[in-house]
């Protein structure tokens, strides 16, 4: 059990590093092209979703279903471009860490059989490995496909 927590925390940093960028600079958003869809986030936590249509030193521009809006600088905690692609990237890499997640559950669970117990054929760890593989690679690839790429352009530090 050890083993597991230590493998899922050492994935867990490593995934999380990754992830980590530059996103405090309001220049961020000039990666952004009129009519992609983002969702601003409030310092209050409020939340505002539409089509991206410009910004200023001052201000974020979109547009919603009301009409134009437009958040100022200060009020904004976070800005998300809000992609739904790469769902085939998303599966493979969910199956790949599904698969590779089950196996090491499979092999670190592994024990011997002992006769009065019901056990299957002597499979052994290799065996165990293969069958925690078997059943993570497909949840793994579910849950990848169906995480939404949503990626954070800005977003500011809070301390």
Same mark, same amino acid.
Request: include cysteine; aromatic fraction near 6%; charged fraction near 15%.
């Given at each position: 059990?050890?083993?597991?927590?230590?493998?899922?925390?050492?994935?867990?940093?490593?995934?999380?590093?990754?992830?980590?960028?530059?996103?405090?600079?309001?220049?961020?958003?000039?990666?952004?092209?009129?009519?992609?869809?983002?969702?601003?986030?409030?310092?209050?936590?409020?939340?505002?979703?539409?089509?991206?249509?410009?910004?200023?030193?001052?201000?974020?521009?979109?547009?919603?279903?009301?009409?134009?809006?437009?958040?100022?600088?200060?009020?904004?905690?976070?800005?998300?471009?809000?992609?739904?692609?790469?769902?085939?990237?998303? $599966?493979? %890499? &969910?199956? #790949?860490? @599904?698969?590779?997640? +089950? *196996?090491?559950? =499979?092999?670190?669970?592994?024990?011997?059989?002992?006769?009065?117990?019901?056990?299957?054929?002597?499979?052994?760890?290799?065996?165990? $490995?293969? %069958? &925690?593989? #078997?059943? @993570?690679?497909?949840? +793994? *690839?579910?849950? =990848?496909?169906?995480?939404?790429?949503?990626?954070?352009?800005?977003?500011?530090?809070?301390?």
């Amino acid at each position: 059990m050890r083993k597991i927590l230590f493998l899922m925390c050492v994935l867990g940093v490593s995934c999380a590093s990754w992830a980590q960028g530059d996103q405090t600079s309001w220049m961020n958003l000039s990666a952004l092209r009129p009519g992609e869809r983002i969702q601003v986030i409030e310092m209050n936590s409020k939340k505002h979703s539409g089509t991206f249509v410009s910004f200023s030193e001052t201000a974020i521009a979109y547009q919603d279903n009301a009409g134009g809006q437009t958040v100022p600088k200060q009020d904004v905690r976070r800005v998300k471009l809000m992609e739904n692609k790469h769902h085939l990237r998303n $599966a493979l %890499i &969910g199956g #790949a860490v @599904g698969a590779g997640i +089950g *196996a090491g559950i =499979g092999a670190a669970t592994y024990q011997p059989c002992s006769a009065p117990s019901f056990c299957l054929p002597s499979i052994g760890r290799a065996g165990k $490995a293969g %069958i &925690g593989l #078997a059943i @993570g690679l497909p949840v +793994g *690839a579910v849950v =990848g496909f169906f995480l939404p790429s949503h990626h954070t352009i800005y977003s500011v530090n809070q301390h």
